[in-house]
């Protein structure tokens, strides 16, 4: 599989991207891992200035539009913490279950590693225009629509989605280009 940091060509653009955990798995749906990941969020935002346009959890991946002085090593941090922080959150809570799936799933050139968590890469695109981020912005808003999940981007949670409607989310995001 082609790394994705070698899609990232203007760290000074914002990128649409994808952020998948391994095989589908839906680690997305219990609620805790969620805020636990937006926390991680929060913290790089601050500590490695990522800014954000716009994000969405789902139950099995991650949709940011961000940007960041070295985004392919900002989002590689970001993934190794947070897979580190679901696993010791299913260890404490005694998900064996979930813990084996993710232990079986492991790669097996990844030596350093008991488990595998997200899949590799992080799909980028670069966002050329105001166009494509409006586009770019609006799938991923509708991304819980189009599951069925809400009928309305900002009835649901975790999305940007109410922060462009003028409510106060659970991330900061920018809105303008």
Known sequence: MTRSRNNIYEEAQPHFLTIPLWMGFPLFTNSDIVMELLGS??????????????????????????????????????????????????KQRRSYLWLNKLHKAKLTYKQTSTYQVWQEGSYPQQILNEEMLIQKIDYIHYN??????????????????????????LLEVRTKW
Do not use: C, N
């Open 144 to 169: 819980p629509v189009r599951r069925v999940y809400v009928e309305e981007p900002a009835y649901w949670r975790y999305s940007s989605a109410r922060y462009y409607e003028g409510e106060e989310g």
């Open 41 to 90: 969020i929060r913290f790089t935002q601050k500590e490695r200035k990522l800014i954000l346009y716009a994000w969405v959890v789902m139950e099995h991946h991650l949709h940011l539009i961000a940007k960041a002085p070295d985004l392919w090593k900002t989002i590689k941090e970001f993934k190794s913490y947070t897979a580190r922080m679901i696993i010791d959150y299913l």
